[in-house]
């Protein structure tokens, strides 16, 4: 698989698996799972410094920035101009013009707010960020991301957090079809075979947090996803046989030893 | 003189840069991002940025996140 890396803009990631930093039950067990996991890209949220516990050990002790790029996110923001807003604070934290651009349209699908989306995508892009947008698995959505500038786009397999796997594998069919940047499955991934679908479709590359950080062994899990994936883009790649509706005998009809003796 | 500090009023000394008020609270400016009156303050003029009295201050890091 090294000779089948990710690129999106000018980089190039060696997995095609990115991973979350929340929920983790310890720093130091995502720390484990992301080497399990194999992932170069890492999301990780914008908020406000704690400053009544100053004791707590930052989430940074805990990334290996020789090997892991972070991707800095704008969830929890439900406008566009607070997304632009946490998007240029984490370039700040982060000194990296990337952003996994998130605006919520609904607290509780946490589904995008896609008008919003396009506007933040738009304003981002002009200022030179690299937006990778969180969506719907609308082509049409996708297509207008893409125009406005997107690096990749990411469209979800279904809600945040769910692990309900890809809900419409049709239309992430389509949105590869079309694409013309990486295609990301962000979110509703449970478990490996989930992410195996994803790259099944053509996806280039899967995001999850919630299906390693809240599995009651994430290091194993993690380990789960990254073969999960290079499994769904082996197979993309070998090309699967089209689905019949009725058997074709994979062993020959011809020599077959029967009651009657040997008939031609 | 007071300021609203991440949402919640703070007590700071008058004329207290950027750099100063991080410093008091033990903060590494390399780790975070700050926002004076909406406006980011880049690293290199945390020294020379000056809070008044009834300034917002945002001071941001990275958390766990998706």
New interface residues.
Partial sequence: MTSDPLVIADRTFRSRLIV?????PSHAI?ADAHLASGADMV???????N?TD?TKE???DYIDQQRIF?L??T?GCYTADEAI?AA???????LSNWVKLEVIGDERTLYPDNVALLEATRVLVREGFVVLPYTNDDPIVCRKLEEEGAAAVMPLGAP??SGLGIQNPHNIRLIREQARVPVIVD?GVGTASDATVAMELGADGV????AIALADDPVAMATAMKLGVEAGRLAWRAGRIPRRPYASASSPTEGLVSAGGAKQ | MKIR????PAEVPDAVTIEQLLER???DPR?????HN?T?I?RHRQAETIVGEGDEV?????????
């Fill in positions: 979350g930093t929340g929920k983790y995502m999301t990780v949220a914008v908020r406000r410094v400053l100053r930052s989430l940074l972070i800095p996110n969830a807003r240029r604070l984490g370039r700040e934290v982060g945040i957090g979110a995001l999850m947090n919630t | 500090l991440n949402g919640e609270l033990g903060i780790r975070v991002a700050v926002e909406l980011i880049k945002e001071i941001v890091n990275f958390v766990g996140g998706g």
